[in-house]
């Protein structure tokens, strides 16, 4: 596996699951994954949610990408997952802006404009990944590097 699969996982995966910490508490939530590409992972928030402050005080993070599959005998049909970290870094891109508009028309229906501060983009564009599977659990850990 390369950085290339890791790309590639991710922009297959529309929820991811990201922690921060919040003071000494870790906080994990679910996300809408906007995509990934040679330079990193990208994600949208608000200004005005707790994470964003999260992320603000610590930019060390961790994703999780899952896709799941149909369960049908308990941990008979584990779904592979991918664990990416790294610090996350804040981008006021107007393009990159304008273009989460387009994809995520939602977001102009509560009053999000390319130039509102509230609208945050962010990636984590170094760290490392790698890929969990049933099958490889009980090997050692094969860390992808990227962004170096």
């Known amino acids: 596996m390369d950085f290339k699969d890791s790309i590639k996982f991710a922009n297959e995966t529309q929820i991811c699951y990201l922690a921060t910490v919040g003071g000494d508490q870790p906080r994990v ?5 906007w995509f990934a590409d040679d330079s990193g992972f990208y994600f949208q928030t608000g200004s ?6 999260q992320l603000q005080a610590n930019k ?27 610090e996350v870094e804040f981008l006021n891109d ?28 962010f990636r ?16 050692p850990k094969k860390f992808i590097k990227f962004g170096e």
């Open 60 to 86: 060390k993070v961790e994703a999780c990408f899952w896709q799941p599959s149909e369960i049908k005998e308990p941990l008979e049909s584990i779904s592979p997952m991918m664990r990416v970290a790294g």
């Open 94 to 121: 107007l393009e990159l802006k304008k273009k989460i508009l387009e994809d995520r028309t939602f977001l102009k229906k509560v009053g999000l404009t390319f130039d509102d501060p509230r609208l945050v983009i």
């Open 29 to 33: 939530r679910p996300l809408l994954f």
């Open 124 to 139: 984590i564009a170094k760290g490392e990944a790698y890929f969990w599977t049933k099958e490889t659990d009980l090997e």
């Open 48 to 53: 005005y949610r707790d994470m964003y402050g």
